[in-house]
């Protein structure tokens, strides 16, 4: 009961701060304005169908080669090795959005929020006593809940994270290293995407890195696609999809080195149900039926770039959970699962969590897959207790898969995938480095595996 009001309290006076903030705000929604297509967008899928094709504007990429087979496959092309280069280099990283000030610290509001969510007596104490402190961090300038409010009823455009340094070691890194083939972002690259004003101060912030080497994402749950007016702002900005709605593709690299799959989980998951039940379920059915095929490739590598992470001992667990009465996304969570065993999938790359989690998946004796979280592009971090973080290996999942190893970070960071072009037999491998970076945009490597390896013990 106590509980019950707390959040009661709580919800009655955000209701009234966005009452209050709505009434002078300006219109929160529009189109986007920019260059049609932006700078770096992906256009290379005939898109006539839907919209008027500007020739001088549109058409693919030079590092992107036409595609081979039929748009309504769902085939990107293939990207592009540069001349020589003795390995493949893939950067990650995802939810680079910007946010609340005040969620980049681990107490006071989000220690409210967390403890009021969790189950747990001691995070909800930790919460109650945090009350005070959330108060305190209105008058701190750097948790400046003035301009958090300014921000989220009247601007709409945010402040907190670290956008700008993960951004900056990005192109520090690509500078540096002429091997980095391809960027890969798991989601949530604006806070709404129906605001075609976010969508232009991205372009822009984006524009000489995107135009510089292939940028691929796939949709988040904050870019909103489920809305027509949010999707066209995705198509314009990142790149149509072949069909409408039809947010899933796969890209190659040659040699059959490589097939990354690109999936829309929106559809999948809907926690927030904003599809009708029969839209989602035959939207789902079609892309898993699509993914199971498109993964039946001699490729030496497979990757799933979704947003909402398959596996996680975060925030976001539910997601995957609930469907009113009905487990419909629990048994898509396993059919999805069930895939990635049968096609022998390297790696599942996420976001959604504001963190890095490196995960195995195992069903059978040595085999399995690597499950990728990468949250920690420039949104407020979310924290993740030891409590949690153990809590994901004594769980099963749908497909009676297990959790064998769970290790996790709350960090901005990026990730780099390296693959030999040519390895020796018998030695084929893919390198995993993760590099936090740091306030002074120092960068440090957090963590290193083989992904063409298996966890040496369970942890």
């Given amino acids: 009961m106590r509980r019950q009001v707390a959040v009661g309290g ?13 009434s002078g705000s300006r219109a929160p929604f529009g189109p986007y304005k920019g260059t ?24 693919a990429p030079p590092f992107l080669k036409p595609n081979s087979i039929k748009p309504n496959e769902y085939k990107l092309g293939t990207l592009d090795i540069v001349p020589g280069a003795d390995s493949v280099v893939i950067l990650l990283y995802g939810d680079n959005r910007p946010g609340f000030r005040m969620m980049t610290t681990s107490w006071g509001v989000p220690a409210i929020i967390n403890g009021f969510a969790s189950p747990s007596l001691r995070s909800f104490v930790w919460g109650a006593v945090n009350i005070p402190v959330a108060l305190v961090q209105g008058f701190i300038p750097k948790m400046d809940l003035p301009r958090d409010l300014y921000s989220a009823f009247y601007s709409h455009k945010f402040s907190g994270g670290a956008e700008k340094r993960i951004l900056d070691a990005l192109t520090k890194e690509i500078a540096r290293d002429p091997q980095v083939s391809f960027v890969v972002q798991t989601g949530d690259v604006v806070e709404n995407g129906r605001r075609g004003g976010q969508w232009e101060d991205y372009a822009k912030r984006h524009a000489a890195l995107r135009q510089k080497i292939p940028y691929l994402a796939a949709v988040g749950n904050h870019e909103r696609t489920w809305n027509a007016e949010a999707q066209k702002n995705w198509n314009a900005v990142m790149g149509p999809p072949a069909q409408p709605g039809r947010n ?32 989602e379920t035959a939207m789902s059915n079609e892309q898993l039926a699509w993914l199971d095929s498109a993964l039946a490739v001699p490729a030496r590598f497979r990757f799933i770039v979704l947003h909402h992470p398959v596996v996680t001992s ?28 049968r096609r022998n999938v390297t790696a599942v ?31 407020p971090l979310y924290r993740l207790s030891e409590e949690e973080r153990k809590g994901a290996l004594s769980l099963t999942l749908p497909d009676s898969s297990k959790v064998t190893w769970n290790a996790a970070q709350s960090v901005y960071h990026y990730s780099r995938l390296t693959i030999v072009r040519r390895p020796k037999a018998g030695e084929d491998h893919i390198r995993l480095d993760v590099y936090a970076v740091g306030n002074n945009g120092k960068v440090t490597r957090i963590d290193h595996q083989d992904l063409a390896d298996f966890p040496k013990e369970k942890n």
């Fill in 36 to 59: 049609y297509p932006a700078p770096g967008a992906i256009t290379a899928f005939d898109s006539t169908v839907w919209y008027k094709r500007d020739e001088t504007k549109a058409g």
């Fill in 349 to 379: 790359l996420a976001g959604h969590e504001h963190l890095y989690q490196r995960t195995f998946v195992q069903k059978y004796a040595n085999r399995g897959f690597w499950h990728i979280t990468t949250g920690g592009g420039g949104s």
């Fill in 314 to 341: 975060g925030h976001y667990l539910s997601d995957w959970q609930y469907d009113d009465s009905k487990p419909a996304e629990t048994r898509r969570r396993g059919r999805l699962i069930s895939i990635c065993h």
């Fill in 10 to 22: 709580l919800v009655i006076t955000w209701l009234g701060l966005i009452a209050a903030g709505c």
């Fill in 248 to 279: 899933w593709f796969a890209v190659d690299f040659p040699d059959s080195i490589a097939r990354f799959c690109f999936l829309d989980s929106n559809i999948l998951s809907d926690p927030q149900d904003h599809y009708p039940d029969s839209l």
